[in-house]
């Protein structure tokens, strides 16, 4: 089994926003093997736009979301 995520942190608090619990849905996803080629799934590639329609959602993206159409710093998409 894998280790811990943490050692200092009640595990239940990891569900308590959807955030950390959309996070927590990717950490399976990957290889710890660096160079070991990988192939993705639609559930990990629907667990990633999950995640980031989540994060997207919150104040501090908004935030850097504004600021980048304030300096035109991104293209396509969503405004």
Do not use: W
């Amino acid at each position: 089994p894998s280790p811990p995520f943490t050692t200092h942190v009640d595990p239940a608090v990891f569900d308590s926003r959807p955030t950390f619990r959309a996070f927590r849905l990717l950490l399976d996803n990957y290889s710890r093997h660096c160079g070991e080629e990988e192939e993705v799934t639609e559930e990990e590639s629907e667990e990633n736009r999950h995640f980031l329609d989540v994060i997207m959602e919150t104040g501090p993206m908004k935030y850097c979301h504004q600021y980048c159409l304030a300096k035109k710093a991104t293209y396509g998409g969503e405004s």
